[in-house]
């Protein structure tokens, strides 16, 4: 087009272009940094801290490694059959059926003036007692180490159930955030559980099963810490007389919420899909470990 003059690249402008990728890697290193500052100005780092201990050390780390640790101590060490393990295994999920409890609990009865800190304190508390009796005892009897494994998995189930309702309460103040704060809750616990499934072998292997619950203890410590720094505003009083209003008044508003068709209808398929779903994980896990009858044994045919 005459009277349009065809623009020089200067030096400057090269400069900018050569640049651009770098301020690029900048920018995607920061956002996360920024993201968890502004989470931590806006929420409280303590808060931050404790969804970060719980979905990501509890659940994920701990999680991973209390699943192949515990694979490995029913086969090797107490040498159970896989259907009486698939058995004990069942067991010890018991404490996650029953969260509704739980979470009736950390809503109707605060202890010392707190609803949030002290649930944290006991299942941290609980966590270390039952896995370092399982790890300092080599000769267990089946019942006592069902029931340390039991009392373990309680300590995560009321740990979860506490930081959920620390995240229902959050999102309830800060409504804009409630996005942001589950996606903290998701990145923590799939990060936790990679990491915990790539190493879990491997310590397995170092260290035996025992060793494994041994280390358990480490994020059972972590959510007693969380506990004590969560900050959480103290009840000027409370009436234990109210207790009973208070499980009545959840009970009634449970009741009611269950009875919308958007609420029932999934917890029917989920309560449907689960109970009627068989579950073999015990028997695989048996049939890959065992060399003589493993994944190879087609070799044997041919």
Not at 162 to 174: E, F, G, L, N, P
Not at 175 to 201: E, H, K, N, R, Y
Not at 239 to 265: C, H
Request: some cysteine.
């Amino acid at each position: 087009m005459m009277g349009v003059e065809e623009r020089v690249p200067s030096h400057s402008d090269e400069f900018q272009e050569s640049e651009h990728p770098k301020k690029k890697m900048q920018r995607l290193v920061c956002a996360p940094v920024c993201w968890f500052k502004m989470l931590g100005e806006e929420l409280h780092w303590s808060f931050v801290f404790g969804v970060i201990i719980v979905y990501g050390m509890s659940q994920g780390l701990g999680g991973a490694l209390s699943r192949v640790g515990t694979d490995y101590y029913m086969k090797d060490v107490q040498k159970v059959q896989p259907s009486e393990a698939q058995l004990y295994s069942g067991i010890t999920s018991i404490p996650w059926i029953v969260k509704p409890l739980w979470g009736l609990l950390t809503d109707a009865v605060p202890i010392s003036g707190y609803q949030r800190r002290p649930y944290f304190v006991f299942a941290g508390s609980l966590g270390v007692v039952a896995m370092l009796f399982v790890s300092l005892h080599k000769n267990l009897h089946i019942m006592l180490a069902l029931l340390s494994l039991t009392a373990a998995s309680a300590s995560v189930a009321i740990a979860d159930v506490t930081v959920d309702a620390c995240v229902a309460q959050k999102s309830s103040i800060h409504p804009s955030l409630a996005a942001d704060m589950q996606s903290l809750c998701a990145l923590s616990s799939s990060i936790g559980a990679l990491v915990g499934f790539s190493v879990s072998g491997i310590f397995v292997h170092l260290i035996g099963p025992q060793g494994v619950y041994g280390l358990l203890t480490i994020p059972s410590g972590l959510v007693f810490l969380v506990g004590v720094l969560l900050k959480e505003r103290r009840a000027s009083s409370f009436a234990f007389e109210q207790i009973n209003e208070n499980f009545l008044n959840a009970g009634k508003s449970m009741w009611k919420t269950l009875q919308y068709p958007d609420v029932w209808r999934p917890c029917l398929y989920m309560y449907l899909s689960f109970s009627l779903s068989l579950r073999i994980d015990e028997g695989i896990f048996y049939w890959i470990t065992d060399s003589p009858a493993g994944p190879m044994f087609s070799k044997g045919l041919s």
